[in-house]
């Protein structure tokens, strides 16, 4: 990732996006199933939001939870209780190359937008299906035009808009391509929903307070895409002006998809 999830902003609004009407955890689990005695790896799990939930709600006694940032995993082992503590473990690992005794192991995978993050979505994949036993599942959460799908007719926004799609390093248009990418990856059984995220009264003013957040998090990275922070500075202000404008429309899609390792 090439902005500073380390940020302690950062572990701060994952924490707080759970409960926000576009990211609601609750409501993205509701249609699965999960046993107290699956096997289950979170898959890049941040400040391990979710695996905690899978553990208190549905009582599953043994997660490892993996992500590439070691700054990020002990903020997660401080954010769990005694009781979670005993049922996750926190692991360093790239998702794109895990050590061999993570192969052949879990009940279940469950990555919640990380694959956007990953240079190379399909290898991370891969390796994925080779984590599961056989029969094993794989569940994706991603979105698909979060932040880039605000039309504005600003003419000096959408220039920098424009500049920062072309030179932007991660997919944040993935969702679309999940489905695909489980196929090349070689899982079967795919399945896939997308629900539409229209910003509007109580998700726009969320989202407001989520991109702000997010500005904080991505200002380094965006000063030396833009290069400078004056244009920085400029293209925060434009953004969060623009996005409540009543004139103004961001939608964005959410993609659950999952698969079967044959």
């Known amino acids: 990732m090439t902005y500073s999830m380390e940020a302690s902003i950062e572990a701060d609004r994952l924490e707080e996006q ?16 999960f046993l107290p005695e699956e096997y289950v790896l979170d898959a890049g799990c941040g400040t391990g939001v979710l695996s905690r939930y899978l553990v208190h709600k549905y009582g599953v006694k043994k997660v490892d939870a993996i992500d590439a940032s070691d700054f990020r995993l002990q903020q997660a082992l401080k954010l769990c209780d005694t009781y979670a503590k005993q049922c996750i473990k926190f692991t360093q690992q790239q998702l794109c190359n895990l050590d061999e ?57 959408n220039h920098y808009m424009n500049e920062i799609k072309s030179n932007i390093k991660f997919d944040l248009e993935i969702g679309r391509k999940l489905p ?26 969320e989202e407001k307070e989520n991109t702000e957040k997010r500005f904080i998090a991505v200002g380094d990275f965006f000063t030396e895409l833009l290069g400078s922070r004056k244009k920085f500075e400029e293209l925060k202000s434009l953004y969060l002006h623009e996005m409540t404008q009543p004139y103004n429309t961001l939608v964005f899609n959410k993609y659950i998809c999952s698969g079967i390792k044959l």
């Open 101 to 157: 005794h993570f192969y052949n192991k879990y009940d279940t995978v469950i990555s919640r937008y990380v694959l956007e993050h990953v240079s190379e979505p399909i290898d991370a994949l891969f390796e994925l299906n080779k984590s599961l036993k056989k029969g094993g599942r794989i569940i994706l959460f991603d979105l698909d035009g979060v932040f880039l799908n605000l039309y504005s007719d600003n003419k000096k926004l």
């Open 18 to 33: 759970v409960f926000q009407s576009n990211y609601s955890i609750q409501e993205e689990l509701e249609t699965f199933n």
């Open 180 to 205: 695909s990418y489980l196929h090349k990856a070689g899982f079967t059984k795919i399945n896939w929903n997308v629900e539409l995220l229209n910003c509007t009264e109580k998700r726009l003013k």
